[in-house]
């Protein structure tokens, strides 16, 4: 594991001790990954192997109501925190700085670049397509996909580059709240996979168990893995 701090944001990379596996981007709320990279030595551990067959860059201390947000947005309830709307500058510096400083670090050159996210950084993982030709597979895990006008962007513009495969997962208590804007989460989750299947994209939509913070080490673990 290596950690070193670029423009304020702390990254952490774990290594595979094999060459040009996967590269796969973590964007968090907050901490360095560790739970999601243990869940993920407990899967190859169940495998039969030694090694999880990835390099997992992990990125947090972000500005998370900012950097993960395509657009401003007003705060969810009162006295809550504005949706700054900086993902477009967050994401020069992923793909300019952060990621180029990763590749330097793994063993090889990666098979491909794929990048996940939960919550917000759900939102911004699928957001990037839109934006960025950088990442081959994207994983969203319980993806903020209620943010407003998001649905009407994605059907209205096209991709810089269709991924090879897109994971979408949603708690089945997550739609079961008052807000009558994160009401719509799973009608929006479920009516980007269909559309993203209609594009020939392959798709995997799965349904957990529980609300939006239930097992959720476990949920990106299991995405991550999916499109590896």
Not at 135 to 143: L, N, V
Not at 147 to 154: L, T
């Amino acid at each position: 594991m290596r950690k070193d701090i670029i423009a304020g944001k702390l990254i952490t990379l774990y290594t595979s001790s094999h060459p040009d596996r996967p590269l796969i981007v973590l964007n968090t709320h907050s901490g360095d990954g560790a739970g999601v990279w243990g869940e993920l030595s407990k899967m190859a551990d169940a495998a039969g192997s030694c090694d999880s067959g990835i390099n997992l860059l992990v990125v947090s201390d972000l500005d998370w109501n900012c950097d993960m947000t395509p657009w401003p947005c007003p705060p969810l309830y009162k006295n809550g925190e504005t949706f700054g709307g900086g993902a477009d500058e967050y994401l020069k510096l992923l793909v300019s700085e952060i990621i180029p400083h990763a590749k330097e670090h793994v063993c090889g050159e990666p098979s491909k670049t794929c990048i996940a996210g939960y919550s917000l950084a759900g939102l911004f993982a699928l957001y990037a397509a839109y934006r960025c030709d950088a990442f081959d597979r994207t994983a969203s895990m319980s993806g903020s996909l209620w943010f407003p006008d998001f649905m009407e962007f994605a059907e209205e513009h096209d991709m810089k580059k269709a991924p090879e495969k897109i994971y979408l997962s949603l708690g089945d208590k997550e739609a079961k709240t008052r807000n009558p804007l994160m009401q719509k989460v799973q009608e929006n989750t479920e009516a980007l996979a269909e559309y993203y299947g209609q594009l020939g994209i392959n798709v995997d939509f799965e349904m957990n168990p529980g609300n939006h913070f239930r097992d959720v080490e476990l949920r990106c673990a299991k995405g991550i893995a999916t499109i590896s």
